[in-house]
Structures are given as C-alpha cells and as structure tokens.
C-alpha cells in the first residue's frame, strides 16, 4: 500500500505491517483514505483528531446552510378584498423570507361548480406578486382544493451608495 505521512510527505509503497509499525512508533494510526486506488492509500494520523475536525467542519456547514420551507396560504372562492389583501401580505413575507409558497383555494359544498373562481384567485395572487415571485407550478385542481406553488426571485444586491463628495470627486470643506 502506498504510505503517507503526518505531514502530507509520501513514504512510498510499503507492506501493511512495515505501515503499521512506523504508525505505532510515531504514536499515531493509520487510516485508509483511498481504498479503490492502485496500490490503496493510508495516511499515518491521528484518528481521534482527525474524526474530531470532520465533526468540527460538519458543524459548520451546517450553520451556513440555509432551510428552504414551504409556506401554505389558503384561500376560497368567495375571500373577500380585506382578507385577500392581508394573505397577500402574509404571502410577500414568505417570499422576502426566502420561503417557497402553496397558495391553496378550496371548495366547499357546490363551489366545486365554479372552479373558474378559484383560478381567477389564484391567477389575481400571481398577478399581485410577480414583481417578487415566480410561478413554480402552475395552478392545478386536485379533488376539492386547487394548488399552485410560488418561488421567491432572487434579485441582484443593489450597489452601494457613495457619499456625494466622493461621488463628485470633490473634498469637503472643514469646518474649524
């Protein structure tokens, strides 16, 4: 097997046993980093070191990922403007939020006659926040509710503003 040190240095093709004992004088383990090469690879380390920094970069990975939820809305048929305009907000939030949004309308009783309504509500949504969201999946009837899933835009960072001085390339003047 090919043999590296502590130190990144290679040690050269050694048998498994002449391995172990330079690992066991050096006080340290040696680990199989690649098992499908030709010859394999093992790495004369400290294993409980080694298992300690894998968590250690796991961690922090972790804290730097950021959770994507799905958010529901539910409308019906006959919401009125009032409601509508405030799960309208609720809505925006989500999407500013970076959350990805189900707005659902459902029909109860004999309002599953009149679907057009329920996709006149949803069409209306669309059109109230396509300046910030995209339409992930069209609006489809599904028994007595029709979905439809909403997507924030990322939008590029706004330059940021310079002072006016600098932006005129003039000096201001001091006051004494």
Request: hydrophobic share 35%; proline share 5%.
């Given at each position: 097997?090919?043999?590296?040190d502590?130190?990144?240095?290679q040690?050269?093709?050694?048998?498994?046993?002449?391995?172990?004992?330079?690992?066991?004088?050096?006080?340290?383990?040696?680990?199989?980093?690649?098992a499908?090469?030709?010859?394999?690879v093992c790495?004369?380390?400290?294993?409980?070191k080694?298992?300690?920094?894998?968590?250690?970069?796991?961690q922090?990975?972790?804290?730097?990922?950021?959770?994507?939820?799905?958010?529901e809305?539910?409308?019906?048929?006959?919401?009125?403007?009032h409601?509508?305009?405030?799960?309208?907000?609720?809505?925006?939030?989500?999407?500013e939020?970076?959350?990805?949004?189900?707005?659902?309308?459902?029909?109860?009783?004999?309002?599953?006659?009149?679907?057009?309504r329920?996709?006149?509500?949803?069409?209306r949504?669309?059109?109230?926040?396509?300046d910030?969201?995209?339409?992930?999946?069209?609006?489809?009837?599904?028994?007595r509710?029709?979905?439809?899933?909403?997507?924030?835009?990322?939008?590029?960072?706004?330059?940021k503003?310079k002072?006016?001085?600098?932006?005129?390339?003039?000096?201001?003047?001091q006051?004494?």
């Amino acid at each position: 097997m090919r043999v590296v040190d502590e130190n990144g240095e290679q040690l050269g093709v050694l048998d498994t046993r002449k391995a172990l004992e330079i690992a066991m004088e050096k006080g340290l383990d040696l680990v199989e980093v690649a098992a499908n090469a030709d010859p394999p690879v093992c790495k004369i380390m400290d294993f409980g070191k080694f298992k300690y920094q894998q968590k250690k970069k796991l961690q922090e990975a972790k804290k730097k990922q950021t959770v994507i939820q799905i958010k529901e809305v539910k409308f019906r048929p006959k919401t009125d403007d009032h409601d509508y305009q405030t799960k309208l907000k609720h809505i925006r939030r989500f999407l500013e939020g970076g959350d990805r949004c189900k707005v659902t309308v459902f029909f109860r009783g004999r309002e599953i006659v009149h679907k057009d309504r329920g996709l006149m509500v949803l069409e209306r949504v669309v059109e109230d926040t396509q300046d910030m969201a995209k339409v992930e999946s069209r609006p489809a009837a599904e028994g007595r509710t029709m979905t439809m899933m909403l997507a924030p835009v990322k939008k590029a960072p706004a330059p940021k503003a310079k002072p006016k001085a600098e932006a005129e390339g003039q000096e201001q003047p001091q006051q004494d």
